[in-house]
């Protein structure tokens, strides 16, 4: 079985411009959680979704967005970029909604690292 | 948010085993441990995760205390390869719509294997 898939790997953009990532998950997971890491901040959840509707969000501004299609593919947007977007975005597929299933793992993609100029 | 207490780093030599420490002394009843690694320059991968008894996989076992407020994560045997940052995490298996059910990463263990 294929695992998560991620597009594109490596993005450079300016400050100002907006960015799209992509996430394909383990075919049959039907949640997708988004992650962001940084040196200083570590690992930090963005949000999740399940069934096409954001379930979860964690502590990130308006700018962060994100929507799940009808195939459980995901993408994340980011608008306005600032150099402190800078990081490695990671998606993890699971099978079950993550926010009321403590019992289901979740598999992360190998990540988009983004850097902003 | 439960959280987790892990230590900084550790050092292993190949071929041994490496028990890795997490405490959880706010853990609630229905939280599980999970135990997820990263190597460098990966993304996070899931090891094991358990609610209540002990558990194994292919990959590690996990020892839960009685009292579930400490765990351990037991690599049987080390390779150069299990050089990574190992993270215990409480997930909420109940609550729902809030963030427990999601993985809240905290420094996690460096470990480091010497051949």
């Known amino acids: 079985k294929a695992g998560v898939t991620q597009t594109p790997r490596y993005l450079i953009k300016t400050r100002g411009q907006q960015v799209t990532l992509s996430c394909s998950p383990i075919s049959g997971h039907r949640s997708v959680s988004w992650y962001q890491q940084t040196p200083g901040q570590g690992l930090q959840f963005l949000f999740e979704y399940f069934s096409e509707t954001q379930r979860n969000k964690g502590n990130f501004p308006g700018r962060f967005s994100g929507r799940q299609f009808s195939n459980s593919r995901s993408e994340m947007n980011v608008s306005t970029l600032e150099l402190g977007d800078s990081a490695l975005y990671l998606c993890?597929?699971?099978?079950?909604?993550?926010?009321?299933?403590?019992?289901?793992?979740?598999?992360f993609g190998p990540g988009t690292r983004l850097t902003v100029t | 948010d439960a959280k987790t207490t892990q230590p900084n780093s550790m050092e292993s030599n190949e071929e041994e085993p490496v028990h890795l420490p997490c405490n959880h002394s706010t853990i609630s009843g229905t939280d599980y441990i999970h135990w997820y690694r990263q190597l460098p320059s990966q993304g996070p991968e899931y090891v094991i995760h358990?609610?209540?008894s002990n558990v194994n996989n292919r990959m590690a076992s996990l020892a839960i205390a009685e009292d579930r407020k400490s765990s351990t994560l037991i690599l049987h045997r080390a390779t150069l390869r299990d050089a990574a940052v190992y993270y215990c995490?409480?997930?909420?298996?109940?609550?729902?719509?809030?963030?427990?059910?999601?993985?809240?990463f905290g420094k996690g263990t460096k470990l480091s294997v010497k051949p």
């Open positions: 993890a597929s699971s099978l079950g909604e993550t926010g009321g299933t403590g019992a289901y793992e979740q598999y």
């Open positions: 358990g609610l209540t």
């Open positions: 995490i409480l997930r909420d298996g109940e609550n729902y719509g809030g963030s427990q059910g999601n993985l809240i």
